[in-house]
């Protein structure tokens, strides 16, 4: 069963930087799917960047291309979200999802992907 577990959540003041982690595993595919979400209070969870381990393909919205950034260690099976120059927007609950597979794309889209971790809070003050 694929099993997944953020870290790295805090409190950081505006301008400041985090680094998520996302640990994997049980996956019966070498290769697999993390996307990265987050969902702050009364707002729909959104997509904030993806990658696949099978090319390294990576995606993430326009708006949050140069901020934040997806990478990915795959002898620790671990995912890496790097996030600059944070501001208040950037706080909410941030989640890690996974597709079993090769995959040549990846997807900033909630319902692409069955299994999600528990999450880790981010909180941005002024």
């Known amino acids: 069963e694929v099993q997944l577990v953020e870290s790295g959540g805090g409190l950081m003041q505006a301008g400041g930087s985090l680094r998520l982690s996302c640990a994997a595993s049980g996956f019966t595919s070498n290769d697999y799917a993390i996307g990265w979400f987050r969902q702050a209070p009364g707002k729909d969870r959104e997509g904030v960047a993806c990658?696949?381990?099978?090319?390294?393909?990576?995606d993430s919205p326009d708006s949050l291309k140069g901020r934040f950034t997806i990478s990915i260690d795959k002898a620790k099976n671990t995912v890496y979200l790097q996030m600059d120059s944070l501001s208040l927007e950037d706080t909410g609950e941030y989640y890690c999802a996974a597709e079993d597979g090769v995959y040549y794309y990846c997807s900033n889209g909630a319902g692409w992907y069955p299994y999600w971790g528990q999450g880790t809070q981010v909180t941005v003050s002024s």
């Open positions: 990658i696949t381990t099978y090319d390294g393909s990576t």
